[in-house]
């Protein structure tokens, strides 16, 4: 290894973690360490990947550009590839929203939703509607903005001080009822709080920011379609506006292009970012209704929305993402996604009565576990072991604490990706 600044590597404890693993290539679904070890991505890389690492039109869609145009600033500024990215996004999205504000990353997406958010209020003169509801175990990233609205955990604790204060209801976690009802006979009775909540305090507040269907890093928590319906209904009833977190469960993760499709659900603001690129080049988007964006034309200069990133809109990382979405018209992607789903609900229910099991769940390429365990949740003493565990039968799968998932890239194979499911069930050895 080269000597030079100690990398600090994100999400790890030094003093407890093994030493990060050095990857030399990666091809398909494999990762390639620089002493010949091969690892299956069981996780897309943090659930970017999605057609595969180095997917060839990807990696020549980059060079190309690179060449062309590197970058250049988006204010005052337009280019060929984000104009063509924003054409092929407008062809997939929900038809309400047809606006598109890029920005680096997933936190950022959020960032921008929430800021169109408080100010589109102010700009349309209720000022006083600038609070956010959020749900428990909701994960939005990392920056303070993105923290403030995700639920209170060990990632947030230290800065509890400086989040800004959110209004929090419960999420559709159905294994862990927050009303103490079961699915069979419920009448989604979680999202009566919010219910409350919206009809005494909608003057006050702007936006509910919910992850539809699918809340990732609180514990790969599905929900009932009926939760976002009513969600939604809810909003309307009360003019709030709906953003959806679609930085995970976006481009197919969930099994459509969006996860709102399979509710049937149109927010008012979207967020974009992970798959967006492919998995290959770091971009965020926050896409919005016509309505909301009106609110910010104007020749009142104050109105503008003042928010840009150095990198905003890179030609590179757009040449990736039309790349990306290509593959969507020429490959048989959903084909690949549903049989990905069907081998995952077969093997989810061969270990659903076992007696380390306590919830299997999944929707999309997504399979969840969650294990039984006296200390539940992220920082419980099963993910170091279990992650261990993986590593060493040649798959790298990050449990969330006692929540072992699968989230692959979409051209795994059936033998992979069994290979998978057969390393998790063995593993549940040493979880009984
Ligand atoms: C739903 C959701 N929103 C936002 C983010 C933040 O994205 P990023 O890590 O790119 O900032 C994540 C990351 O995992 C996420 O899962």
Redesign the pocket.
């Known amino acids: 290894m080269l000597s030079g600044l100690k990398i600090w590597h994100p999400f790890t404890q030094e003093a407890l973690d093994p030493a990060p693993l050095r990857i030399a290539r990666a091809q398909g679904v494999y990762l390639y360490t620089d002493d010949g070890r091969r690892l299956i991505d069981g996780i897309s890389s ?2 970017v990947n999605l057609h595969g690492h180095c997917h060839p039109a990807i990696v020549a869609a980059i060079a190309e550009q690179a060449a062309k145009l590197d970058h250049v600033l988006l204010a005052g500024f337009s280019h060929e590839p984000v104009e063509e990215l924003s054409a092929l996004l407008r062809k997939v999205l929900p038809a309400n929203l047809d606006h598109i504000f890029f920005s680096d ?6 960032e921008v939703a929430l800021k169109i958010a408080v100010q589109y209020w102010k700009n349309i003169g209720q000022p006083e509607k600038r609070a956010i509801v959020a749900l428990e175990h909701a ?5 303070v903005g ?1 923290m403030s609205v995700s639920a209170a955990s060990g990632f947030t604790d230290p800065f509890r001080d400086l989040l800004f204060p959110v209004q929090r209801v419960p999420s559709a976690y159905c294994y862990r009822c927050p009303v103490g009802k079961v699915r069979s006979s419920c009448n989604i009775d979680c999202v009566e709080q919010l219910r409350r909540l919206l009809e005494e305090k909608h003057g006050e507040i702007a936006a509910v920011i919910v ?1 539809p269907l699918l809340q ?2 609180g514990g790969m928590i599905v929900h009932p379609v009926e939760f976002l319906q009513r969600v939604r209904r809810l909003c309307d009833e009360h003019e709030v506006l709906l953003i959806a ?1 679609e ?3 976006g481009f197919g993760r969930c099994g459509k292009m969006f996860a709102c499709e399979l509710a049937g659900v149109a927010p008012d603001l979207m ?1 974009l ?2 798959g967006l690129t492919g998995g290959v080049l ?1 971009m ?1 988007a926050t896409v919005c209704t016509g309505q909301v964006h009106e609110a910010f034309v104007s020749e009142d200069r104050t109105r503008t929305f003042y928010h840009g990133h150095s990198y905003t809109g890179n030609p590179v990382a757009a040449a990736a993402g039309v790349a990306n979405l290509r593959i969507f018209e020429t490959e048989p992607v959903f084909e690949r996604i549903a049989k990905i789903a069907q081998i995952h609900r077969e093997r989810l229910e061969a270990i659903r009565e076992h007696p380390a099991v306590g919830d299997t769940r999944s929707i999309g390429v997504v399979a969840a576990i969650e294990l039984r365990a006296d200390d539940a949740g992220y920082f419980s003493k099963l993910r170091p072991r279990l992650y261990k565990f993986f590593l060493k039968k040649g798959v790298l799968l990050r449990p969330l604490g006692n929540v072992i998932y699968v989230l692959p890239p979409y051209v795994i194979s059936e033998q992979d990706l069994h290979f998978i499911h057969d390393r998790i069930a063995e593993s549940l050895a040493l979880c009984a």
């Open positions: 943090w659930w990353n997933g936190s950022t997406a959020v994960y939005h990233g990392d920056t993105a992850e990732g890093a977190d930085v995970l469960t967020c970012s992970k770091p965020g």
